[in-house]
């Protein structure tokens, strides 16, 4: 039987160095922490990949400190637009959500349409619907709302009145979670959720529900969760990269993940990060941000970071 192994990242928008109090600094670490020992549990169990990863997002989707879910940015129209996604590495099933506004826990969703497997992705009411005839529960858009989150939204659109919006920090510009898993029986899953960035257009959508973009599994290679410039790793098909560098050129995990985020996103100028786990367990965490809200769990160990720590 394989060691299970758990990887989780709740975005490369992390807050500034400077700008990190000790209190926001455990709040994050504590949310980190509370997230990876949710889904390993699933894994110690003798469960699937798959659930795994889902039960890891739900619970970052839950918590205000990430963009995803409750705490999610607001788009330029001053409302939510929600993603999600995940994928199975044995049969390559997968399901996503794209721009949905009533969902309280989109990852669940799609992790239903993965078992349905026919719609694979569902956008904005009709993915609402799907989800309400479906017994999954649904709220207000407002539900979704903290003043933090309307804080950055006048933010931003002050920076495009001034045009400075380039200068913007990363945690206005980004902010994703995800989580990716190897289980007991050799399989993998990645699973991906996001707000998009604060001020996006009304009706954008990322590279969070694109399955070969942000979000990739494949048990003969390895699972990738991305967090960054969406419109990039669309471009790029970013996590089917890393698999395919893995499978036609035999890179390793690391080479071929680190390539991607420092080279390829690097030179594209584009905010970027992962976390992956290959079928032999191996984890890497690559960022070309300041900082990213990540951690890792097998066996005992256990560990979390949001800057270079």
């Known amino acids: 039987?394989?060691?299970?192994?758990l990887a989780i990242h709740g975005g490369c928008g992390a807050i500034p160095k400077a700008e990190l109090t000790p209190e926001?600094?455990?709040a994050a670490r504590a949310a980190l922490e509370r997230a990876l020992k949710a889904g390993y549990a699933v894994l110690e169990a003798g469960g699937a990949a798959i659930d795994a990863v889902a039960e890891a997002v739900v619970v970052m989707e839950n918590d205000p400190v990430f963009n995803a879910g409750y705490g999610a940015a607001l788009n330029k129209g001053g409302f939510h637009e929600l993603d999600s996604s995940i994928m199975e590495g044995t049969t390559g099933r997968a399901g996503a959500v794209a721009g949905a506004r009533r969902l309280r826990n989109p990852v669940l969703v799609a992790r239903r349409l993965a078992g349905e497997a026919d719609p694979l992705l569902l956008i904005g009411e009709a993915a609402d619907a799907w989800a309400q005839e479906h017994g999954f529960e649904t709220v207000d858009n407002s539900f979704f709302t903290t003043p933090s989150r309307q804080e950055a939204l006048e933010r931003m659109l002050e920076r495009e009145r001034q045009g400075t919006l380039a200068a913007a920090p990363e945690r206005d510009k980004h902010g994703t979670v995800g989580a990716v898993a190897l289980d007991r029986h050799g399989h993998l899953a990645a699973a991906t959720s996001t707000g998009g960035y604060t001020a996006k257009p009304v009706g954008r959508v990322g590279d969070t529900p694109i399955i070969g973009a942000g979000t990739w599994a494949d048990d003969r290679t390895?699972?990738?969760?991305?967090?960054?410039?969406?419109?990039?790793?669309?471009r790029r098909a970013l996590g089917h990269e890393i698999h395919a560098r893995m499978l036609y050129q035999g890179t390793p995990l690391e080479e071929a993940a680190h390539a991607m985020i420092h080279t390829e996103m690097t030179a594209l100028g584009g905010g970027a990060g992962l976390c992956a786990v290959d079928h032999e367990g191996n984890v890497t965490l690559p960022y070309n941000t300041?900082?990213?809200y990540r951690g890792w769990m097998k066996g005992e160990e256990l560990y979390v970071a949001v800057h270079e720590d």
């Open 290 to 292: 300041e900082g990213m």
């Open 1 to 5: 039987m394989t060691t299970p192994v």
């Open 24 to 26: 926001l600094d455990l």
């Open 222 to 234: 390895c699972a990738v969760s991305g967090t960054g410039k969406g419109e990039l790793f669309i």
